[in-house]
Structure formats: structure tokens, C-alpha cells
């Protein structure tokens, strides 16, 4: 590992400690919460290590919490915690003291490949992840994508195009868009998505088909005919979405739109996942999405009634297998390389 590398993990580092000073403080913040959380901080002596110079800058931070200075830089930086007044202004401040002094800030996603991976780019401006890995490309405008896990974007544009356009081809992406003269489109399965100066996430589901977020700004969903090669013209009409707001398009299905969890949503941009009393299976699923070792349940009724709430780093099956263990009646046998299934504990088959 060079000396780049060491800076990114220590640096990757410090953003999940930070991160968790700002969860544990949450009054939303449960037993799963602080599970997850005590898994990760004992799994290796780095995480106690990151964890304890956060304590101090937190420390810092409650002994200056009246300077006016601090006060005034703490509206820079957006804590999306919740709970009384003065709790929400000691977060806030303690997001902007950690963003000095870790290098970070407070739900603002850097993105750092995954170790031992790369960004995957060619000349046919083709942009793609493996499972597990996550990226960031800046374009040409300047605009941003970022690609989740197994995920493949086909940006179609140049300099000199009329109009700015991409494909996202597989998984899941999240754009934020430069303010230009030409319009920004991403096309999804089939729909097209038409955005100028704003941030929203794209994903493409085998279940639910296609997942349209808009994070912040303005955007126009509408419904196509085919791939964009060759150029598709549009056949309905537009579905606008304001901040907030969820467009789920299923095959064959009129769209619905519905208020978006947006933590839940972009948490992946951070490399973690929230879960809000999610169903067992979903929160299986979506765990399954970032390893190659996949986690099934076996056919016991009982584990359909169980319900996950707590936050867990995307990629780290093992930490979220140690926390569902330890909170529900639930045993994890590994089968092989690339299976481990869940039983109901008094149901565990004997090897």
C-alpha cells in the first residue's frame, strides 16, 4: 500500500467516526444503532483509534459551543439529525469541527474506491463498477457521477453535443448536474429522466424497475420507447418531481410517486446502509447487493416477522451477520465460499 492508499484509508476512516458521533447523538438512534456501532468500533484497534480522536474533537467543540465564530462557520455545514433545539445546534457544530479537523464534512460523500479496486473506463466513454465497489466520475461539464455496486453508466456526449446525455445501464448512479444551456438526460430502462443544476439518484431494479430520487433541484420523468441508440423521442408526458419526492416505474405499470427516506436512499454514497424497520428479506437483499458471499434465508416462517432497524457499512457482510445474531433468535451457518444461510436458532439443522 503507498502512501496515497494510507491517506485515503485514514481519511475513510475519520468520516465513519465522525459519522457515528453525529448517529449516537441522534434521538432516532436505537439498540440496532448502537449495535452496529459497537461492532464496528471493536472489530480492529484503527476504528477505536478513529472513534477516540473524534471524542476529542466533539470535546473541543462543547468547550467553544457559545464562540460566535464557531456559530457562524456551523451554518455551512447541514446535519439532517433532528431533535430540540440545542441538540441540532451542538451537531451542527460538531459537523463543522470535524470537517476542519478530520478533513471531512458531515454527510458530504468523498468519493475513495473501494481497496483493491479501480475505476473502469474506456474510450467509448463507458463507466462501470464491480460488486462491492463504488465510483466517481467528473464529466466533461464538470458534472458528477457517482456508480454504486455492480453498476454500468454509457455517458453520450461531448463538448460540442446539442444535448447532454447518458445511459444507466445497470444498477444504481447518482448525478449532480452542472447548470449549462443543454439539457441533461439520463435515460433508466424506460424511462428519461430530464434534469438542469440538480441532484438526484437512479437505480434499476430486477423487483421494483426503475427508482427515481430527485435530492435536490428540479427534474422531469417521462417514458420512452427503446435504448438511447438508436435516439429515443419521447411518448408521454412529463411527471415533474420536487425535492424529496420518489418516482417508481414498473414495467407495464402506471408510475407512482411517493416521499423518499432520502438518508435511506443516498446512504450508499457514504458506504453505508440505513435501515428503518425494513422486512428481514429486503434488508437481506440489500445487503446481498455489495458482496459475493450471499446471505439466504431458509424457509421458517418466523424470520418473515423480523423487522431490522440500524445503520451498516455497505460491503461488511460479517458485521452485519454478528449484529443480527446477537439481537434476534437468528443463527448464520456458512454453507460455502459463497452462501451462508439463516435459520431460526431452535431450528438450526445439526452438521
Avoid at 480522536?53 to 456559530?71: C, K, T
Avoid at 460523500?109 to 463507458?126: E, K, L, R
Wanted: glycine share 6%; hydrophobic share 40%.
Amino acid at each position: 500500500m503507498n502512501l496515497l492508499d494510507n491517506e485515503r484509508t485514514a481519511k475513510k476512516l475519520e468520516e465513519v467516526a465522525a459519522y457515528w458521533l453525529l448517529r449516537l447523538d441522534a434521538p432516532d438512534c436505537g439498540p440496532s444503532d448502537r449495535a452496529a456501532f459497537e461492532m464496528w468500533r471493536n472489530s480492529i484497534p484503527e476504528h477505536a483509534q478513529a472513534f477516540d480522536h473524534a471524542q476529542r474533537a466533539l470535546a473541543m467543540v462543547d468547550q467553544n459551543l457559545g464562540s460566535p465564530e464557531l456559530l457562524e462557520l456551523s451554518e455551512q455545514v447541514l446535519v439532517e439529525t433532528g431533535g430540540c433545539e440545542r441538540a441540532r445546534q451542538r451537531r451542527t457544530a460538531i459537523g463543522f469541527a470535524t470537517a476542519c479537523m478530520l478533513v471531512i464534512a458531515a454527510g458530504i460523500f468523498q468519493a475513495v474506491d473501494q481497496p483493491g479496486t479501480d475505476q473502469i473506463a474506456n474510450a467509448t466513454n463507458i463507466y462501470e463498477t464491480g460488486i462491492g465497489e463504488r465510483s466517481k466520475v467528473t464529466l466533461s461539464d464538470e458534472s458528477t457521477v457517482t456508480l454504486n455496486t455492480n453498476s454500468l453508466v454509457h455517458v453520450d456526449f461531448t463538448d460540442s453535443s446539442e444535448t447532454r446525455r447518458l445511459e444507466l445501464v445497470r444498477g444504481q448512479a447518482h448525478f449532480e448536474v452542472q447548470k449549462d444551456s443543454r439539457l441533461f438526460e439520463v435515460y433508466a430502462g424506460d424511462q428519461r429522466i430530464v434534469a438542469l443544476g440538480t441532484a438526484f439518484d437512479v437505480r434499476l431494479d430486477n423487483e421494483q424497475g426503475v427508482l427515481i430520487t430527485l435530492v435536490e433541484g428540479r427534474i422531469k420523468v417521462d417514458e420512452v420507447s427503446e435504448s438511447i441508440v438508436p435516439l429515443i423521442e419521447a411518448n408521454a408526458t412529463p411527471m415533474e418531481l420536487t425535492a424529496g419526492e420518489q418516482l417508481i416505474a414498473k414495467p407495464h405499470t402506471e408510475p407512482t410517486v411517493l416521499h423518499a427516506d432520502v438518508e435511506q436512499v443516498v446512504g450508499w454514497r457514504e458506504g453505508r446502509l440505513v435501515f428503518r424497520d425494513d422486512v428481514l428479506r429486503d434488508v437481506i437483499e440489500e445487503i446481498n447487493r455489495y458482496s459475493v458471499r450471499k446471505l439466504v434465508l431458509n424457509d421458517d416462517v418466523r424470520l418473515e416477522n423480523i423487522r431490522v432497524g440500524g445503520v451498516f457499512s455497505t460491503g461488511n457482510t460479517s458485521s452485519f451477520l454478528e449484529a443480527i445474531e446477537a439481537l434476534y433468535p437468528i443463527a448464520a451457518l456458512t454453507e460455502n465460499d459463497n452462501r451462508i444461510m439463516l435459520h431460526w436458532r431452535d431450528k438450526t439443522p445439526q452438521k
